[in-house]
């Protein structure tokens, strides 16, 4: 793309001679001035009034952070969580998070940014998750990761907005369009574009390029959780016919016909199939024992609602530690109610009461939110799936399958 903006003409004819990389990702940025202030918008980068006043290296490294905007894809990266979030979303976090790995990273390959700015080693240390170094923090963390921590505890969310604004924080990046499959397609063709920058920078020894292909934001988690779990709980609660010695299969009528047309011995019975008469249940454990934060549940169970609705599966709730305390059918206003339940904390944790309780209700599939930290006892008769909060690292257990769910 092409250069309209005379405010950053400039900027970039610099950034083109310090940062090889950078200079090939603003080719694909659309650059126009605007009024207000300098801002990404989708592909385009606005530049305000206010650019102009900058000094040269201030231009080059405020141009430099809104063209990782743009290759990056973070707009549409927050238009994405916007949507998996609905009214719990918070644009001024997902802003922290970006810009702070933007920062970090600009600073890192040697560029200049107005000050004072947010970095991510700065917001990791004031959230309580120092990491031991910024290249640590940009291996580790990307940009939705990040905000949905931010999201999941209100006093972590609270402490960042009110750091940022000690740091001068302001939204500069619109929101765009959540991920379909064109914006896939875009998404795939900046990150080789990002790719061969970098190895253009490489070469040359400068910029970003000298850091490598460190950024966890370069490549993102591509699916959410709550998708994986929607295509595990539908697959599960979908009513399939079963075998039925109610009725004859058809194979079965016709070779019964054969044989007595023609005086022939009679074949083996053979049962048809049939959909089963009763409603798919759903069978869902939270461990309270273990730390499940409210946003990530809350999530959890919009998902689970939405797909048991859709389906119209039953669904019961039980919660346990080392016993089931809580024992509830989840119709109607059930869901509702459970986000505000006040439920027993603290204690030891035993899988095998939850399991044989979820094994009565003979369900579809049973679901267990928890940490793996307990005595599993015999396998159950139904199928499992443990969903475990985070990414620390469990031990496989010993029968079902996990779902890895928050902090993606």
């Known amino acids: 793309m092409t250069s309209h903006s005379t405010r950053a003409a400039r900027a970039l004819a610099h950034l083109g001679e310090t940062d090889p990389a950078l200079a090939v990702l603003s080719l694909w940025c659309g650059h126009r001035d605007g009024e207000g202030a300098t801002r990404t918008m989708?592909?385009?980068?606005?530049?305000?009034?206010?650019?102009?006043?900058?000094?040269?290296?201030?231009?080059?490294?405020?141009?430099?952070?809104?063209?990782?905007?743009?290759?990056?894809?973070?707009?549409?990266?927050q238009a994405g969580l916007a949507e998996r979030l609905g009214p719990r979303f918070d644009a001024s976090?997902?802003?922290?998070?970006?810009?702070?790995?933007?920062?970090?990273?600009l600073l890192l390959a040697g560029h200049g940014l107005p000050r004072p700015a947010v970095t991510l080693t700065d917001l990791l240390e004031e959230i309580g998750r120092p990491a031991k170094s910024p290249v640590e923090a940009l291996a580790d963390w990307d940009?939705?990761?990040?905000?949905?921590?931010?999201?999941?505890?209100a006093r972590m969310a609270e402490k960042a907005r009110d750091w940022g604004v000690t740091r001068g924080f302001a939204q500069d990046l619109?929101?765009?369009?959540?991920?379909?499959?064109?914006?896939?397609?875009?998404?795939?063709?900046?990150?080789n574009q990002l790719l061969r920058a970098l190895e253009a920078g490489r070469k040359a020894g400068t910029g970003i390029g000298r850091l490598g292909a460190i950024l966890a934001d370069m490549a993102p988690a591509e699916t959410a959780w709550e998708v994986v779990l929607r295509g595990i709980l539908a697959r599960a609660l979908i009513d399939r016919p079963r075998p039925s010695h109610r009725?004859?299969?058809?194979?079965?009528v016709a070779m019964m016909a054969e044989a007595q047309a023609h005086g022939r011995p009679e074949p083996a019975f053979q049962p048809g199939r049939a959909r089963q008469s009763d409603?798919?249940?759903?069978?869902?454990?939270?461990?309270t024992s273990s730390s499940i934060d409210p946003l990530t549940l809350s999530l959890f169970l919009a998902e689970a609602e939405g797909i048991v609705r859709r389906t119209g599966a039953e669904a019961h709730f039980l919660a346990f530690d080392e016993t089931v305390h809580e024992v509830r059918r989840l119709d109607g206003a059930?869901?509702?109610?459970?986000?505000?339940?006040?439920l027993r904390t603290g204690g030891g944790t035993d899988f095998a009461p939850v399991l044989e309780a979820a094994g009565g209700l003979n369900p579809s599939i049973a679901v267990i939110l928890t940490d793996l930290d307990a005595p599993f006892g015999r396998e159950p008769r139904v199928p499992v799936l443990w969903a475990v909060p985070g990414r620390q690292e469990v031990a496989p257990p010993p029968f079902g399958r996990i779902l890895r769910i928050g902090e993606m």
């Not at 976090?93 to 990273?105: F, K, Q, R």
């Not at 009725?247 to 079965?252: C, D, L, T, V």
């Not at 059930?334 to 006040?342: H, K």
């Open 42 to 77: 989708g592909d385009t980068i606005v530049y305000g009034p206010g650019f102009a006043s900058l000094g040269l290296a201030e231009q080059v490294g405020l141009a430099a952070h809104h063209v990782l905007h743009v290759a990056l894809r973070h707009a549409n990266r």
């Open 93 to 105: 976090l997902y802003g922290l998070a970006a810009d702070g790995i933007i920062n970090e990273t």
């Open 143 to 153: 940009a939705d990761r990040l905000a949905m921590l931010l999201h999941s505890d």
């Open 174 to 191: 619109s929101l765009g369009e959540p991920d379909d499959e064109g914006e896939r397609q875009q998404t795939a063709d900046w990150r």
């Open 247 to 252: 009725r004859p299969a058809g194979a079965w």
């Open 279 to 287: 409603r798919p249940r759903i069978a869902i454990g939270l461990d």
């Open 334 to 342: 059930g869901w509702r109610g459970l986000r505000d339940i006040a």
